[in-house]
């Protein structure tokens, strides 16, 4: 019975040691393109945020809470994305994944009708590719698309983000 719990429990401490909690901020450039400019012109912005990801092998899940701001009051999002990641080399890594977001600004008067941050509501699904420059550092190009906005019928988002990881757990 002794040796069962003893390999057991040398089992499980592997299975725990392949595990990796990542927590720390992601700040980046955006590109960003909403129908309700009625333009062909595309509005430069940043996301700002926190990250938390859970990595196990290859695999990895990254949420948080981010922020977007960018030329119009439109663009300024609070989002809480969530994405899948893959590992493919060494630091190379694909992910996918969505986000919801809600209007940042309190209110919004779009052809003198006034809006509120609860009415601009954002669903977003995302891809991109990245690379884990060091333990601690990771750069990542994304793109994003809305699959469905209660006020704009479009909206793109392109962008590079920098991650800081301030807190690993293993």
């Not at 129908?35 to 949420?63: C, I």
């Not at 030329?71 to 992910?95: C, E, H, M, Q, T």
């Not at 509501?121 to 906005?149: P, Q, T």
Request: a positive charge; aromatic letters at 16%.
């Amino acid at each position: 019975m002794k040796k069962i719990f003893l390999l057991i429990l040398v089992l499980f401490s592997g299975a725990i040691s392949a595990q990796t909690f990542r927590f720390g901020p992601k700040v980046g450039g955006v590109i960003s393109d909403f129908a309700v400019h009625r333009s062909d012109t595309f509005n430069p912005g940043f996301k700002a945020g926190l990250f938390f990801e859970y990595e196990k092998g290859k695999w990895a899940g990254e949420t948080g809470i981010t922020m977007m701001f960018s030329n119009s009051v439109f663009d300024n999002l609070v989002a809480i994305p969530l994405d899948i990641k893959y590992y493919l080399y060494r630091g190379l890594f694909v992910k996918a994944g969505g986000s919801y977001g809600i209007g940042a600004s309190l209110k919004v008067i779009y052809d003198d009708i006034v809006y509120s941050s609860s009415q601009l509501l954002v669903l977003n699904l995302s891809a991109g590719v990245g690379y884990k420059l060091s333990e601690r550092i990771s750069l990542d190009m994304f793109y994003e698309r809305s699959v469905w906005c209660n006020f704009t019928k479009d909206n793109s988002v392109l962008g590079i983000s920098l991650s800081w990881n301030i807190l690993k757990v293993k």
